[in-house]
């Protein structure tokens, strides 16, 4: 079955060709983040309006990169939700413009069930139940995956994801952005115990996680330091930092997956690039036993790829949609 993959959540337009479910045949991407640096963070506006100009001529890469025409498609999958509404809506829209033109089934995928099944792309064995930390720049959250296609939060952020807590230190500390692929390589060889940096308890609720006051006790650090004219340790406060993140995920997503007792752990999502976290959770299930499934770089940020994944396992549970789809800014996993 060949689904045709669109995602526009955010800053990257992806359209992709999947075969059944784990079989990418293209994956198109087209990045604004250059765009949006200028800004310092998106702007919804104008990420909606390059994703109005890039699909069409994405889906057409798509298509010639996968060498099939437009009759070998089976069903088209696009991202409903999470994301930027704007952003969204170009891709549901050029989803149903294709399906209905094609006669074809189309198929609604929530945006972090398909980070989750970019894991399935790059571990042909995976199969749930399973736990999986999915991290990036809208969402944090612990999810108990119990099939293919019902997911459960076991633990979520109470205010700013992780990805978001990154690229504003990034920002303030004038590294660019998006700030956690600079501030991971910043990190390399830094001092990780440099800057005492706080790591948020949600009492009552365990496996929750709380960023906006790491987010801010780096901010009030660069500007105390900027008010005394002090430098500081660029590398030292990146490391800090970093295991400020990971010493927040790691522990919360051994606990989920004690608690569920499948010994499988997946990790999901722009954050999952990070290379303290990936090394942080290797570790801690070299000791606990679990198995480990980290998925390749290249599908840890947004693309079209997982959302053709996702949008399989759903097709084959049955789900359909009408050309009534709506795009959601939020929406339950
Ligand atoms: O999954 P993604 O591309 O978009 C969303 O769905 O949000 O994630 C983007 C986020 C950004 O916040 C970016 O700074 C972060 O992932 N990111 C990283 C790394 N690479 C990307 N954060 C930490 N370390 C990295 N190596």
Redesign the pocket.
Known sequence: MIILAVES????TAVAVVRDGRTVLSDAIASQADMHATYGGVVPEIASRKHVEAIAALADRALREAGIGKQDIDAVAVTYAP?LIGAVLVGVNFAKSVAYALKKPLIGVH??RG?IAANYITHPDLEPPFVCLC?????TMIVDVKSYTEMEILGATRDD???????KA?RVLGIG?????P???LAQGGDDTRYDLPRAHVAGAELDMSFSGLKTAVVNLVHNANQKGEALDLPGLAASF?AA?SDTLVPRTMAAARKCGYGKIAI??????????RADLERACAKSGDKLYLPALSL???NGAMIGCQGYYEYLAGKRDRMDLNAYATRDI
């Open positions: 959540s955010c800053d990257e994301g945006h972090v980070h991290v990036s720049g809208g969402n994801a992780a990805g978001e807590c990154f690229d990034a952005y998006p700030g956690g692929a501030m991971d390589k970093g993140v999901a999502g722009g954050v999952a690039a990070n290379s303290r976290l840890c940020g947004d």
